[in-house]
């Protein structure tokens, strides 16, 4: 192996750094001009919203893994009373996910998943 093996990794982390950065950089400079009550920015949050959610129901009905051996009851329930604590918290997104998880672990825990 010659001294220049170090030139791949370089390569490979500029092209990774210009692949996504650019879009970032683009969308910090296109964001600043929009309006935040246009239609625009209220179509991307809605199709943003849809794109976790779509994520969020194929994790929860079609998982992998350790969740593949989990009830769907254990899942479902586990979400369900994480949106009821979000909805109780006043919609703060960290206490649905703190309960959810909790709820899915202590669920597996007891089911000896």
Request: charged fraction near 10%.
């Amino acid at each position: 192996m010659s001294g220049d093996w170090w030139w791949t990794y370089l390569v490979i982390a500029v092209a990774g750094w210009l692949a996504t950065d650019i879009w970032r950089w683009l969308g910090v400079l296109i964001g600043n001009r929009l309006d935040e009550d246009s239609e625009a920015l209220y179509w991307v949050r809605a199709v943003a919203t849809a794109l976790v959610m779509a994520v969020t129901a194929k994790l929860i009905v079609f998982p992998t893994g350790t969740l593949a051996g989990s009830p769907l009851w254990l899942r479902i329930g586990a979400a369900g009373i994480g949106f009821l604590a979000f909805l109780l918290a006043g919609q703060r997104v960290g206490v649905a996910v703190v309960t959810s998880t909790l709820l899915l672990g202590f669920g597996l825990y007891w089911l000896g998943v």
